[in-house]
């Protein structure tokens, strides 16, 4: 697709600038498309979005009973009157006691969850992806799928527009990464520009192997490492840090990718010399179980009786 001869695309989301660590950087506010359908699952679930409503009767997925993108497809579902059932691992007692979070609003929104016991959650697994229904659709976990790429499409396209209309020369847009999906499908759209990503979820290897599953690395994705591990969805002081660092530049983040993005884009940014387009990928409603968290570990000052907390945001 050429820029010059496209039509004017209608824009999902507009673009901000930020001064944050000495620096300016510029963020597409995707997390500002809609309050539970918003950062990447909005663009990754766009096609489904467009979709006729007679087109399915229920959605089916698995993965964390905290998972973004389980609270996004129930979202999804409840605005297109189909069911959505839910395949997770147990719950954990107290969450189970008092659900919070992404877990809260998705059984809200009327999702059925299905809880598997761990030893025969595989097979529930192959079980959902081997059905054949066509009013039936199967999502998978984080909804790594091609049907993706026509909604990041549609964001790499704003993404020209505004390089355009702004005559910006080297331009890096910067994502974190789970299944890699986003930041995969945005290298492949935006040729010209450099994809800077790091992997929330495993290291980069595993990163590099669930990009695979949707197709070939395009060369302009750079996956940068952060000099200190981190577990996924893990309370770390340095990452609630930086988490304040960007309150007080004005913008919230998620604390799990969008915290971890952050510290290490901050670890290499003396790198890259252009603009630098910063991709919101959403996730704020999982905030508050993280910074609960956050206080349980007491690393966060705050009023509030937290009970044992732990992780299942995948
Ligand atoms: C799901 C998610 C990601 C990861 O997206 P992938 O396409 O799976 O790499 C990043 N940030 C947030 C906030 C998410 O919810």
């Known amino acids: 697709m050429d820029a010059q001869i496209s039509e004017p695309v209608a824009v999902l989301s507009r673009t901000d600038c930020i001064q944050v660590h000495g620096r300016e950087f510029f963020v597409k506010r995707d997390d500002l498309i809609d309050p539970l359908l918003s950062g990447n699952k909005a663009r990754k679930l766009y096609r489904l979005m467009q979709a006729e409503s007679g087109q399915y009767k229920a959605i089916t997925s698995y993965g964390g009973t905290q998972s973004n993108a389980m609270l996004s497809i129930a979202a999804l579902c409840h605005q297109k009157g189909w069911q959505f059932h839910y395949t997770s691992k147990p719950v954990?007692?107290?969450?189970?006691?008092?659900?919070?979070?992404?877990l809260k609003m998705a059984l809200e929104l009327g999702m059925q969850l299905?809880?598997?016991?761990?030893?025969?959650?595989n097979d529930a697994v192959l079980a959902l992806k081997s059905i054949r229904d066509a009013s039936t659709l199967f999502?998978?976990?984080g909804g790594a799928d091609p049907i993706a790429q026509q909604g990041i499409e549609q964001l790499a396209e704003e993404i020209r527009q505004w390089r355009q209309a702004n005559g910006i020369e080297r331009l890096y847009v910067v994502t974190p990464s789970g299944t890699g999906t986003t930041a995969c499908y945005l290298a492949i759209a935006l040729a010209d520009a450099e994809v800077l990503t790091t992997p929330a979820v495993g290291?980069?290897?595993y990163l590099l192997t669930q990009m695979r599953c949707l197709g070939e690395v395009p060369a302009n994705l750079n996956i940068l490492d952060n000099s200190k591990k981190h577990h996924f969805a893990k309370p770390y002081r340095e990452l609630l840090a930086t988490y304040q660092e960007l309150i007080s530049a004005g913008i919230e983040f998620d604390l799990i990718y969008g915290a971890l993005m952050w510290h290490t884009l901050f670890q290499h940014i003396d790198r890259f010399e252009g603009t630098i387009l910063y991709?919101?990928?959403g996730g704020l409603?999982?905030?508050?179980?993280?910074?609960?968290?956050?206080?349980?570990?007491?690393?966060?000052?705050?009023?509030?009786?937290y009970s044992s907390l732990s992780s299942d945001h995948a």
């Open 285 to 305: 409603i999982g905030n508050e179980t993280m910074l609960a968290r956050y206080r349980h570990k007491r690393m966060l000052n705050s009023p509030g009786n």
């Open 279 to 281: 991709v919101h990928s």
């Open 139 to 141: 999502v998978p976990q």
């Open 92 to 102: 954990p007692d107290y969450l189970r006691r008092n659900p919070t979070g992404n």
């Open 114 to 121: 299905h809880e598997v016991a761990h030893d025969e959650y």
């Open 203 to 205: 290291e980069k290897d």
